[in-house]
DNA sequence: AATAAGCATATCGTATACAATTTACGCGTC
DNA sequence: GACGCGTAAATTGTATACGATATGCTTATT
Protein backbone atom coordinates (compact mmCIF):
# COMPACT_ATOMS: atom_id res chain seq x y z
CA UNK A 1 0.00 0.00 0.00
CA UNK A 2 1.54 3.04 -1.10
CA UNK A 3 1.94 5.86 1.68
CA UNK A 4 -0.35 8.52 0.09
CA UNK A 5 -1.53 10.05 3.23
CA UNK A 6 1.36 12.76 4.06
CA UNK A 7 0.81 15.12 0.86
CA UNK A 8 3.70 17.56 1.72
CA UNK A 9 6.75 15.60 2.90
CA UNK A 10 8.91 17.11 5.40
CA UNK A 11 6.62 18.94 7.26
CA UNK A 12 5.94 19.58 10.59
CA UNK A 13 2.54 18.22 11.93
CA UNK A 14 0.62 18.91 14.96
CA UNK A 15 -2.43 17.09 16.24
CA UNK A 16 -4.86 19.18 14.26
CA UNK A 17 -3.07 18.91 10.99
CA UNK A 18 -2.86 15.50 11.38
CA UNK A 19 -7.01 14.64 12.26
CA UNK A 20 -7.45 16.84 9.39
CA UNK A 21 -5.20 14.88 6.81
CA UNK A 22 -6.51 11.21 8.50
CA UNK A 23 -9.96 12.57 7.73
CA UNK A 24 -9.56 14.10 4.24
CA UNK A 25 -8.43 10.31 3.61
CA UNK A 26 -11.49 9.03 5.44
CA UNK A 27 -13.98 11.18 3.56
CA UNK A 28 -12.87 10.60 0.15
CA UNK A 29 -12.08 6.87 1.11
CA UNK A 30 -8.43 6.65 0.34
CA UNK A 31 -8.75 4.56 3.95
CA UNK A 32 -11.67 2.25 4.02
CA UNK A 33 -13.98 2.12 6.61
CA UNK A 34 -12.73 -0.62 8.93
CA UNK A 35 -8.83 0.26 8.38
CA UNK A 36 -7.15 -0.14 11.25
CA UNK A 37 -4.57 3.03 12.40
CA UNK A 38 -1.98 1.84 14.53
CA UNK A 39 -0.68 4.70 16.06
CA UNK A 40 2.52 3.57 15.77
CA UNK A 41 2.21 3.34 12.13
CA UNK A 42 0.41 6.73 11.35
CA UNK A 43 3.11 7.79 13.77
CA UNK A 44 6.03 6.70 11.57
CA UNK A 45 4.35 8.18 8.44
CA UNK A 46 4.02 11.36 9.74
CA UNK A 47 7.38 11.38 11.86
CA UNK A 48 5.75 12.52 15.27
CA UNK A 49 5.32 10.27 18.05
CA UNK A 50 2.19 8.44 19.11
CA UNK A 51 1.35 11.28 21.54
CA UNK A 52 0.22 13.57 19.19
CA UNK A 53 -1.60 10.73 16.76
CA UNK A 54 -3.43 9.67 19.73
CA UNK A 55 -4.81 12.99 19.64
CA UNK A 56 -5.98 12.79 16.41
CA UNK A 57 -7.52 9.36 17.02
CA UNK A 58 -9.37 11.09 19.81
CA UNK A 59 -10.85 13.92 18.02
CA UNK A 60 -11.97 11.62 15.41
CA UNK A 61 -13.36 9.62 17.79
CA UNK A 62 -15.83 12.55 18.96
CA UNK A 63 -16.88 13.34 15.65
CA UNK A 64 -17.56 9.62 14.85
CA UNK A 65 -15.49 8.69 12.00
CA UNK A 66 -12.96 6.49 14.08
CA UNK A 67 -14.00 4.23 16.56
CA UNK A 68 -11.13 3.28 19.30
CA UNK A 69 -11.64 -0.15 21.25
CA UNK A 70 -10.08 -0.29 24.13
CA UNK A 71 -6.76 -2.16 23.95
CA UNK A 72 -6.84 -2.52 20.74
CA UNK A 73 -6.83 0.09 18.85
CA UNK A 74 -8.75 2.67 16.62
CA UNK A 75 -10.20 1.74 13.23
CA UNK A 76 -12.03 3.89 10.30
CA UNK A 77 -15.52 3.79 11.51
CA UNK A 78 -18.43 1.63 9.75
CA UNK A 79 -21.30 2.96 10.45
CA UNK A 80 -24.64 0.41 11.50
CA UNK A 81 -27.25 0.43 9.33
CA UNK A 82 -29.35 2.27 12.15
CA UNK A 83 -26.63 4.55 12.85
CA UNK A 84 -26.94 5.53 8.86
CA UNK A 85 -30.33 6.02 9.34
CA UNK A 86 -29.71 8.30 11.91
CA UNK A 87 -27.12 10.32 10.19
CA UNK A 88 -29.16 10.64 7.15
CA UNK A 89 -32.45 11.48 9.63
CA UNK A 90 -30.18 13.99 11.49
CA UNK A 91 -29.37 15.88 8.22
CA UNK A 92 -33.03 15.79 6.91
CA UNK A 93 -33.86 18.02 10.40
CA UNK A 94 -31.07 19.79 10.38
CA UNK A 95 -30.74 21.26 6.59
CA UNK A 96 -33.93 22.36 6.06
CA UNK A 97 -33.30 24.76 8.59
CA UNK A 98 -29.93 25.84 7.60
CA UNK A 99 -30.77 26.20 3.64
CA UNK A 100 -34.00 28.26 4.90
CA UNK A 101 -31.43 30.58 6.82
CA UNK A 102 -28.65 30.72 4.03
CA UNK A 103 -31.53 32.48 1.90
CA UNK A 104 -31.86 34.90 4.27
CA UNK A 105 -28.31 35.85 4.06
CA UNK A 106 -27.28 34.91 1.10
CA UNK A 107 -25.31 37.48 -1.04
CA UNK A 108 -24.84 37.50 -4.69
CA UNK A 109 -21.15 36.53 -4.24
CA UNK A 110 -22.13 33.57 -2.40
CA UNK A 111 -24.16 32.67 -5.00
CA UNK A 112 -21.47 32.96 -7.60
CA UNK A 113 -19.26 30.62 -5.59
CA UNK A 114 -21.96 27.86 -5.12
CA UNK A 115 -22.43 28.34 -9.23
CA UNK A 116 -18.58 27.24 -9.10
CA UNK A 117 -18.99 24.43 -7.16
CA UNK A 118 -21.72 23.25 -9.36
CA UNK A 119 -19.47 23.80 -12.77
CA UNK A 120 -16.51 21.90 -10.80
CA UNK A 121 -19.00 19.20 -9.87
CA UNK A 122 -20.56 18.92 -13.06
CA UNK A 123 -16.93 18.29 -15.15
CA UNK A 124 -16.09 16.33 -12.42
CA UNK A 125 -18.89 13.43 -13.25
CA UNK A 126 -17.88 13.91 -16.65
CA UNK A 127 -13.76 12.11 -15.98
CA UNK A 128 -13.10 9.00 -15.42
CA UNK A 129 -11.16 7.50 -12.48
CA UNK A 130 -11.05 6.82 -9.10
CA UNK A 131 -9.45 10.69 -8.80
CA UNK A 132 -11.78 12.12 -10.18
CA UNK A 133 -14.67 9.79 -8.18
CA UNK A 134 -12.93 11.09 -4.71
CA UNK A 135 -12.85 14.83 -6.25
CA UNK A 136 -16.60 14.51 -6.78
CA UNK A 137 -17.48 12.84 -3.34
CA UNK A 138 -15.86 15.96 -2.17
CA UNK A 139 -16.96 18.37 -3.95
CA UNK A 140 -20.79 16.76 -3.12
CA UNK A 141 -19.89 17.29 0.03
CA UNK A 142 -18.45 21.09 0.05
CA UNK A 143 -21.64 22.22 -1.07
CA UNK A 144 -23.98 21.36 1.59
CA UNK A 145 -21.04 22.71 4.02
CA UNK A 146 -20.69 25.85 2.18
CA UNK A 147 -24.66 26.20 2.27
CA UNK A 148 -24.23 25.88 6.13
CA UNK A 149 -21.25 28.08 5.96
CA UNK A 150 -23.71 30.57 4.40
CA UNK A 151 -26.55 30.48 7.17
CA UNK A 152 -23.49 31.70 9.62
CA UNK A 153 -23.92 29.58 12.36
CA UNK A 154 -20.27 28.06 13.68
CA UNK A 155 -22.11 25.46 15.61
CA UNK A 156 -24.43 23.87 13.13
CA UNK A 157 -21.64 24.28 10.77
CA UNK A 158 -19.48 21.85 13.01
CA UNK A 159 -22.51 19.69 13.19
CA UNK A 160 -22.84 19.52 9.19
CA UNK A 161 -18.67 18.43 9.07
CA UNK A 162 -19.42 15.67 11.12
CA UNK A 163 -22.96 14.71 9.48
CA UNK A 164 -21.21 15.27 6.06
CA UNK A 165 -17.94 12.92 7.10
CA UNK A 166 -19.97 10.59 8.22
CA UNK A 167 -22.56 10.49 5.12
CA UNK A 168 -19.58 9.74 3.11
CA UNK A 169 -18.48 6.58 5.36
CA UNK A 170 -22.03 5.43 5.01
CA UNK A 171 -21.91 6.11 1.23
CA UNK A 172 -18.25 3.80 1.21
CA UNK A 173 -20.60 1.09 3.29
CA UNK A 174 -23.63 0.58 1.98
CA UNK A 175 -23.54 2.46 -1.59
CA UNK A 176 -25.12 0.61 -4.35
CA UNK A 177 -24.47 2.84 -7.29
CA UNK A 178 -20.96 5.16 -6.91
CA UNK A 179 -22.27 8.02 -6.81
CA UNK A 180 -25.73 9.21 -7.40
CA UNK A 181 -25.44 11.08 -10.60
CA UNK A 182 -29.17 12.89 -9.99
CA UNK A 183 -27.29 14.56 -7.31
CA UNK A 184 -25.63 17.60 -9.51
CA UNK A 185 -29.34 18.50 -10.98
CA UNK A 186 -30.87 18.23 -7.22
CA UNK A 187 -28.02 20.83 -6.72
CA UNK A 188 -29.02 22.86 -9.24
CA UNK A 189 -32.08 23.08 -8.07
CA UNK A 190 -31.15 24.33 -4.92
CA UNK A 191 -29.32 27.05 -6.30
CA UNK A 192 -31.96 28.26 -8.22
CA UNK A 193 -33.80 28.45 -5.34
CA UNK A 194 -31.78 29.94 -3.42
CA UNK A 195 -30.73 32.89 -5.66
CA UNK A 196 -35.00 33.11 -5.75
CA UNK A 197 -34.70 33.56 -2.07
CA UNK A 198 -37.22 30.95 -2.15
CA UNK A 199 -37.03 29.23 1.63
CA UNK A 200 -39.94 26.89 1.59
CA UNK A 201 -38.92 25.73 -2.57
CA UNK A 202 -34.96 25.28 -1.05
CA UNK A 203 -35.84 23.30 2.13
CA UNK A 204 -38.31 20.90 0.38
CA UNK A 205 -35.74 20.62 -2.15
CA UNK A 206 -33.10 19.71 0.45
CA UNK A 207 -34.72 17.00 1.80
CA UNK A 208 -35.95 15.67 -1.56
CA UNK A 209 -31.92 15.33 -2.28
CA UNK A 210 -31.29 14.22 1.05
CA UNK A 211 -34.15 11.33 0.75
CA UNK A 212 -32.37 10.75 -2.98
CA UNK A 213 -28.92 9.85 -0.94
CA UNK A 214 -30.11 7.58 1.48
CA UNK A 215 -32.68 5.95 -0.90
CA UNK A 216 -29.14 5.24 -2.69
CA UNK A 217 -28.28 2.84 0.32
CA UNK A 218 -29.04 -0.67 0.61
CA UNK A 219 -29.70 -0.33 4.78
CA UNK A 220 -30.86 -4.10 5.11
CA UNK A 221 -29.28 -5.11 8.34
CA UNK A 222 -26.60 -8.00 7.09
CA UNK A 223 -27.07 -11.46 8.06
CA UNK A 224 -23.73 -12.93 9.39
CA UNK A 225 -24.72 -16.61 7.63
CA UNK A 226 -24.80 -14.25 4.45
CA UNK A 227 -21.13 -13.99 4.85
CA UNK A 228 -20.40 -17.02 4.26
CA UNK A 229 -22.63 -17.17 1.02
CA UNK A 230 -20.60 -14.12 -0.17
CA UNK A 231 -17.64 -15.46 0.97
CA UNK A 232 -18.38 -19.23 -0.52
CA UNK A 233 -18.83 -17.56 -4.16
CA UNK A 234 -14.84 -16.63 -3.82
CA UNK A 235 -13.51 -19.52 -2.18
CA UNK B 1 -11.06 26.89 47.43
CA UNK B 2 -12.13 23.38 48.24
CA UNK B 3 -11.18 20.64 45.92
CA UNK B 4 -14.94 19.47 45.72
CA UNK B 5 -14.35 17.58 42.47
CA UNK B 6 -13.73 14.26 43.10
CA UNK B 7 -16.73 13.03 45.04
CA UNK B 8 -15.12 9.51 45.47
CA UNK B 9 -11.76 9.75 46.69
CA UNK B 10 -9.09 6.41 46.30
CA UNK B 11 -10.80 5.96 43.04
CA UNK B 12 -8.97 5.23 39.54
CA UNK B 13 -10.56 7.57 37.35
CA UNK B 14 -9.74 7.59 33.68
CA UNK B 15 -9.78 10.34 30.69
CA UNK B 16 -13.81 9.24 30.46
CA UNK B 17 -14.62 9.62 34.35
CA UNK B 18 -12.30 13.03 34.39
CA UNK B 19 -14.04 14.46 31.31
CA UNK B 20 -18.02 13.30 33.22
CA UNK B 21 -16.20 15.08 36.63
CA UNK B 22 -15.12 18.40 35.15
CA UNK B 23 -18.39 18.72 32.73
CA UNK B 24 -20.38 17.85 35.62
CA UNK B 25 -18.33 20.83 37.29
CA UNK B 26 -18.97 22.85 34.78
CA UNK B 27 -22.23 22.48 34.07
CA UNK B 28 -23.46 22.96 37.57
CA UNK B 29 -21.80 25.89 38.00
CA UNK B 30 -19.26 24.52 40.47
CA UNK B 31 -16.32 25.67 37.80
CA UNK B 32 -16.82 29.52 36.44
CA UNK B 33 -16.75 30.42 33.06
CA UNK B 34 -13.49 31.98 32.38
CA UNK B 35 -11.43 29.21 35.42
CA UNK B 36 -8.07 27.89 34.24
CA UNK B 37 -7.75 24.61 34.32
CA UNK B 38 -4.00 23.66 34.83
CA UNK B 39 -2.94 20.56 33.97
CA UNK B 40 -0.85 19.43 36.65
CA UNK B 41 -3.20 20.91 39.46
CA UNK B 42 -6.41 18.62 37.54
CA UNK B 43 -4.03 15.81 37.68
CA UNK B 44 -3.00 16.00 41.28
CA UNK B 45 -6.61 16.37 42.23
CA UNK B 46 -7.57 13.36 40.70
CA UNK B 47 -4.47 11.90 40.97
CA UNK B 48 -3.21 10.64 37.38
CA UNK B 49 -0.71 12.00 34.87
CA UNK B 50 -0.93 15.24 33.11
CA UNK B 51 -1.78 12.06 30.17
CA UNK B 52 -5.11 11.86 31.23
CA UNK B 53 -6.19 15.32 32.11
CA UNK B 54 -5.18 16.58 28.21
CA UNK B 55 -7.66 14.11 26.81
CA UNK B 56 -10.39 15.00 28.89
CA UNK B 57 -10.01 18.71 28.08
CA UNK B 58 -9.10 17.90 24.28
CA UNK B 59 -12.69 16.43 24.76
CA UNK B 60 -14.21 19.09 26.42
CA UNK B 61 -12.57 21.72 24.04
CA UNK B 62 -14.48 19.58 21.46
CA UNK B 63 -17.52 19.85 23.11
CA UNK B 64 -17.41 23.70 23.48
CA UNK B 65 -16.84 23.84 27.65
CA UNK B 66 -13.19 24.24 27.96
CA UNK B 67 -11.33 26.70 25.21
CA UNK B 68 -7.77 25.48 25.25
CA UNK B 69 -5.34 28.21 23.90
CA UNK B 70 -1.85 27.00 22.69
CA UNK B 71 0.90 27.38 25.05
CA UNK B 72 -1.04 28.77 27.33
CA UNK B 73 -3.68 26.15 28.33
CA UNK B 74 -7.32 25.30 29.66
CA UNK B 75 -9.65 27.26 30.50
CA UNK B 76 -13.89 27.39 31.31
CA UNK B 77 -15.39 28.15 28.51
CA UNK B 78 -17.01 31.76 28.24
CA UNK B 79 -19.15 32.07 25.56
CA UNK B 80 -19.84 35.45 23.76
CA UNK B 81 -23.08 37.02 23.06
CA UNK B 82 -23.14 35.71 19.39
CA UNK B 83 -21.64 32.23 20.46
CA UNK B 84 -24.75 32.27 23.05
CA UNK B 85 -27.10 33.32 20.21
CA UNK B 86 -25.90 30.61 17.90
CA UNK B 87 -26.22 27.96 21.02
CA UNK B 88 -30.03 28.86 21.19
CA UNK B 89 -30.28 29.47 17.52
CA UNK B 90 -29.37 25.83 16.90
CA UNK B 91 -31.23 24.21 19.96
CA UNK B 92 -34.54 26.58 18.56
CA UNK B 93 -33.94 24.74 15.18
CA UNK B 94 -33.25 21.00 16.74
CA UNK B 95 -35.83 20.84 19.48
CA UNK B 96 -39.01 20.79 18.21
CA UNK B 97 -37.92 18.22 15.38
CA UNK B 98 -37.03 15.87 18.96
CA UNK B 99 -39.92 16.85 20.82
CA UNK B 100 -42.04 16.00 17.39
CA UNK B 101 -40.35 12.56 16.90
CA UNK B 102 -40.39 11.77 21.04
CA UNK B 103 -44.24 12.12 20.40
CA UNK B 104 -44.30 9.39 17.92
CA UNK B 105 -42.37 7.21 20.08
CA UNK B 106 -43.17 7.95 23.75
CA UNK B 107 -44.07 4.86 25.77
CA UNK B 108 -46.36 5.68 28.92
CA UNK B 109 -43.19 4.85 31.29
CA UNK B 110 -41.30 7.24 29.95
CA UNK B 111 -44.53 9.97 30.54
CA UNK B 112 -44.20 8.42 33.48
CA UNK B 113 -40.57 9.21 34.15
CA UNK B 114 -40.88 12.93 32.60
CA UNK B 115 -43.49 13.38 35.44
CA UNK B 116 -40.91 12.25 37.51
CA UNK B 117 -38.31 14.55 36.83
CA UNK B 118 -41.16 17.40 36.80
CA UNK B 119 -41.58 16.76 40.50
CA UNK B 120 -38.48 16.56 41.33
CA UNK B 121 -38.10 19.91 39.77
CA UNK B 122 -40.89 21.30 41.80
CA UNK B 123 -39.17 20.36 44.77
CA UNK B 124 -36.41 21.85 44.21
CA UNK B 125 -37.66 25.70 43.05
CA UNK B 126 -39.19 25.35 46.92
CA UNK B 127 -35.55 25.09 48.57
CA UNK B 128 -33.06 27.19 48.98
CA UNK B 129 -29.16 27.87 48.92
CA UNK B 130 -26.55 26.95 46.12
CA UNK B 131 -27.18 23.43 46.03
CA UNK B 132 -30.81 23.42 45.50
CA UNK B 133 -30.17 25.98 42.41
CA UNK B 134 -27.44 23.40 41.08
CA UNK B 135 -29.34 20.39 40.91
CA UNK B 136 -32.52 22.73 39.79
CA UNK B 137 -29.99 23.56 36.80
CA UNK B 138 -29.14 20.16 36.56
CA UNK B 139 -32.93 19.07 36.20
CA UNK B 140 -33.77 21.33 34.12
CA UNK B 141 -31.16 20.21 31.54
CA UNK B 142 -32.20 16.39 31.98
CA UNK B 143 -35.50 17.42 31.29
CA UNK B 144 -34.89 18.13 28.03
CA UNK B 145 -32.03 15.28 27.62
CA UNK B 146 -34.28 12.66 28.20
CA UNK B 147 -36.93 13.93 25.35
CA UNK B 148 -34.25 13.60 23.15
CA UNK B 149 -33.28 10.31 24.57
CA UNK B 150 -36.78 9.45 23.73
CA UNK B 151 -36.49 10.30 20.39
CA UNK B 152 -34.29 7.49 20.01
CA UNK B 153 -31.61 9.22 18.08
CA UNK B 154 -28.12 8.67 19.44
CA UNK B 155 -26.55 11.70 17.36
CA UNK B 156 -28.98 13.81 18.26
CA UNK B 157 -28.83 13.26 22.04
CA UNK B 158 -24.99 14.02 21.57
CA UNK B 159 -25.90 17.11 20.19
CA UNK B 160 -28.18 18.06 22.78
CA UNK B 161 -25.44 17.03 25.28
CA UNK B 162 -23.49 19.88 24.07
CA UNK B 163 -25.98 22.45 23.36
CA UNK B 164 -28.03 21.48 26.92
CA UNK B 165 -24.04 22.20 28.64
CA UNK B 166 -23.21 24.83 26.49
CA UNK B 167 -26.48 26.47 27.32
CA UNK B 168 -25.88 26.38 30.93
CA UNK B 169 -22.09 28.46 30.44
CA UNK B 170 -24.03 31.26 28.54
CA UNK B 171 -26.62 31.71 31.21
CA UNK B 172 -24.15 31.06 33.74
CA UNK B 173 -22.62 34.43 32.21
CA UNK B 174 -25.61 36.36 30.86
CA UNK B 175 -27.99 34.90 32.90
CA UNK B 176 -30.06 37.80 34.72
CA UNK B 177 -32.26 36.23 36.97
CA UNK B 178 -30.82 33.00 38.73
CA UNK B 179 -33.38 30.55 37.21
CA UNK B 180 -36.05 31.35 35.36
CA UNK B 181 -38.73 29.77 37.12
CA UNK B 182 -41.14 30.04 34.46
CA UNK B 183 -39.46 27.42 32.95
CA UNK B 184 -41.33 24.55 35.48
CA UNK B 185 -44.49 25.25 34.30
CA UNK B 186 -43.46 25.45 30.35
CA UNK B 187 -41.98 21.72 31.14
CA UNK B 188 -44.95 20.38 32.25
CA UNK B 189 -47.12 21.68 29.23
CA UNK B 190 -44.69 20.08 27.39
CA UNK B 191 -45.56 16.95 29.05
CA UNK B 192 -49.13 17.37 28.53
CA UNK B 193 -48.86 17.57 24.89
CA UNK B 194 -46.40 14.77 24.48
CA UNK B 195 -49.03 12.80 26.59
CA UNK B 196 -51.60 14.07 24.44
CA UNK B 197 -48.98 12.85 20.87
CA UNK B 198 -50.08 16.49 20.42
CA UNK B 199 -46.66 16.75 17.99
CA UNK B 200 -47.37 20.41 16.51
CA UNK B 201 -48.59 21.91 20.05
CA UNK B 202 -45.40 20.09 21.56
CA UNK B 203 -43.00 21.43 18.99
CA UNK B 204 -44.36 25.00 19.32
CA UNK B 205 -44.02 24.68 23.18
CA UNK B 206 -40.42 24.04 22.66
CA UNK B 207 -39.74 26.57 20.87
CA UNK B 208 -41.47 29.55 23.25
CA UNK B 209 -39.48 27.69 26.04
CA UNK B 210 -36.48 28.24 24.51
CA UNK B 211 -37.19 31.48 23.70
CA UNK B 212 -38.05 32.25 27.23
CA UNK B 213 -34.79 31.01 28.50
CA UNK B 214 -32.88 33.13 26.18
CA UNK B 215 -34.82 36.35 26.81
CA UNK B 216 -33.53 36.08 29.98
CA UNK B 217 -30.30 36.66 29.07
CA UNK B 218 -29.14 39.62 28.52
CA UNK B 219 -26.64 39.21 25.25
CA UNK B 220 -25.26 43.02 24.60
CA UNK B 221 -21.62 43.37 24.22
CA UNK B 222 -20.13 44.72 26.59
CA UNK B 223 -18.05 47.24 25.87
CA UNK B 224 -14.52 47.13 27.87
CA UNK B 225 -14.32 50.11 29.08
CA UNK B 226 -17.62 49.45 31.22
CA UNK B 227 -15.89 46.66 33.02
CA UNK B 228 -13.85 49.99 34.65
CA UNK B 229 -17.48 51.14 35.57
CA UNK B 230 -18.95 47.43 36.90
CA UNK B 231 -15.05 47.25 38.95
CA UNK B 232 -15.04 51.15 39.94
CA UNK B 233 -18.45 50.63 41.84
CA UNK B 234 -16.54 48.28 43.87
CA UNK B 235 -13.00 49.68 44.40
C1' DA C 1 -4.39 -33.44 11.36
C1' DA C 2 -6.78 -30.67 14.73
C1' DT C 3 -6.59 -28.51 19.05
C1' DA C 4 -4.66 -26.41 23.08
C1' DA C 5 -0.99 -24.26 25.59
C1' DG C 6 2.70 -21.29 26.00
C1' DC C 7 5.87 -18.14 24.54
C1' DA C 8 7.25 -14.16 21.54
C1' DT C 9 5.75 -10.11 19.33
C1' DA C 10 3.06 -6.22 18.55
C1' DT C 11 0.21 -2.70 20.28
C1' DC C 12 -2.01 -0.04 23.65
C1' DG C 13 -2.44 2.71 28.28
C1' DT C 14 -0.27 5.67 31.38
C1' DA C 15 3.50 7.92 33.59
C1' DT C 16 7.55 10.37 33.29
C1' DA C 17 11.23 13.30 31.17
C1' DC C 18 12.79 17.20 28.86
C1' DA C 19 12.51 21.17 25.72
C1' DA C 20 9.81 25.33 24.52
C1' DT C 21 6.92 28.89 25.92
C1' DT C 22 4.58 31.73 29.00
C1' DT C 23 4.04 33.96 33.41
C1' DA C 24 5.60 36.09 37.69
C1' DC C 25 8.66 38.63 40.29
C1' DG C 26 12.51 41.63 41.54
C1' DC C 27 15.25 45.41 40.30
C1' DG C 28 16.76 49.43 38.31
C1' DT C 29 15.44 53.61 35.85
C1' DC C 30 12.74 57.58 34.91
C1' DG D 1 4.97 55.38 42.11
C1' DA D 2 4.90 53.77 37.12
C1' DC D 3 7.30 51.47 33.60
C1' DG D 4 10.61 48.41 31.24
C1' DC D 5 13.85 44.66 31.54
C1' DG D 6 15.93 40.27 32.83
C1' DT D 7 15.94 36.22 35.21
C1' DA D 8 13.46 32.39 37.77
C1' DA D 9 9.43 29.63 38.23
C1' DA D 10 5.53 27.60 36.38
C1' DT D 11 3.11 25.52 32.63
C1' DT D 12 2.52 23.57 28.32
C1' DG D 13 4.05 20.57 24.05
C1' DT D 14 6.07 16.48 22.61
C1' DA D 15 8.82 12.42 22.99
C1' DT D 16 10.11 8.47 25.33
C1' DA D 17 9.81 4.66 28.73
C1' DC D 18 7.63 0.87 30.72
C1' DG D 19 3.95 -2.13 32.33
C1' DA D 20 -0.43 -4.29 30.64
C1' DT D 21 -3.20 -6.36 27.15
C1' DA D 22 -3.96 -8.51 22.89
C1' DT D 23 -2.33 -11.12 18.89
C1' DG D 24 0.03 -14.63 16.43
C1' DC D 25 3.07 -18.38 15.98
C1' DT D 26 5.40 -22.48 17.54
C1' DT D 27 5.17 -26.70 19.74
C1' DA D 28 3.27 -30.43 22.26
C1' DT D 29 -0.57 -33.48 22.82
C1' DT D 30 -4.41 -36.22 21.45
Known sequence: MPSTLPQTPDQDFDAQSIRDALRDAIVDRRLAPGTKLTEGDVGTLFKVSRTLVRAALQALSYEGLVTVEKNRGAFVASPSPEESRQIFATRKLIEPGIVME????????????????????????GERGPTARRAEIKASGDFHLTIAQIAGNAILLRFMEE?????????????????????????????????????????????????????????????????????????
Open 102 to 125: ACRLIAPSQIQLLRQLLLEEGRLT
Open 163 to 235: LVARSSLAIAVYGQSVVSSCGHSEHQAIVDALERRDAGAAAALMVHHIDHIEADLDLRERDPTDLKNALGALV
